[in-house]
């Protein structure tokens, strides 16, 4: 398998334009993680998706930001609009549901709100 | 509400020295204990883990105990390499709390020179 797959790596943007970001899980895993990271904060959980239904938003940070996921391969996070304080470096992980949660994580996303 | 603490880095240390990353936790169930590991420029990677009390976690020379009188979980290594300078996060999985989710510390950045 090839891991979990985060699109792009890096993206640059202007203050107020939408952000899309890209994640495809691992195949046959049914959790699904979003994380910010930034020097300041660390790594955040932002939301969790259980067999694509998202249980917990609690940690997204307002209503700028949203997640979907509309099939078991595919999930998306959307920034609109855009702001500088945004940048930092968005992970996405998947993982089998169970007694033992193994996380497995993409590259991330850099991203950069000028 | 789950929670992770990790003493604060960056650690410094040569080649060749032991390493103690110290790691305490508060959970309201029995939760499973992870170290993750984070090379520069990418993921967040299972470096070993533990699901009960007394277990032993191990892989790459890395150790781990899982101390529940204590609530401890502190990552050590016998003899660090220049290859070990990382980001090193511990985490928590408490089925206690629901579904089973992910709790990280701020991470500590070991630095290893030769």
């Known amino acids: 398998d090839a891991g979990v797959i985060q699109s792009p790596r890096h993206e640059v943007t202007e203050m107020g334009q939408e952000v899309t970001l890209r994640c495809k899980p691992i195949?046959?895993?049914?959790?699904l993680f979003w994380y910010r990271q930034t020097m300041m904060r660390g790594l955040e959980l932002l939301i969790y998706?259980?067999?694509?239904?998202?249980?917990?938003d609690s940690g997204m940070p307002e209503d700028r930001f949203s997640a979907k996921m509309p099939n078991a391969s595919f999930s998306t996070l959307k920034i609109q609009p855009s702001e500088p304080r945004d940048s930092a470096v968005y992970f996405c992980a998947s993982s089998l549901t169970g007694e033992v949660t193994e996380a497995f994580f993409g590259q991330g996303t850099r991203l950069t709100v000028v | 509400g789950d929670s992770v603490t990790q003493m604060e880095g960056p650690v410094t240390l040569s080649e060749e020295a032991f390493l103690t990353i110290n790691c305490t936790y508060t959970?309201?169930?029995?939760?499973?204990l992870f170290w993750y590991v984070q090379y520069p420029g990418e993921g967040l990677q299972l470096l070993l883990k533990a699901t009960k009390a007394d277990d032993k976690g191990s892989n790459k020379g890395f150790e781990a105990t899982y101390r529940k009188e204590t609530t401890s979980f502190h990552l050590e290594k016998g003899s660090v390499q220049v290859s070990d300078s990382a980001v090193y996060f511990c985490a928590l999985s408490d089925p206690g709390s629901g579904y089973s989710t992910l709790t990280f510390g701020k991470g500590t950045m070991l630095l290893v020179s030769p």
């Open positions: 998706f259980n067999n694509n239904v998202p249980i917990d």
């Open positions: 195949s046959g895993h049914n959790s």
């Open positions: 959970a309201t169930g029995y939760p499973s």
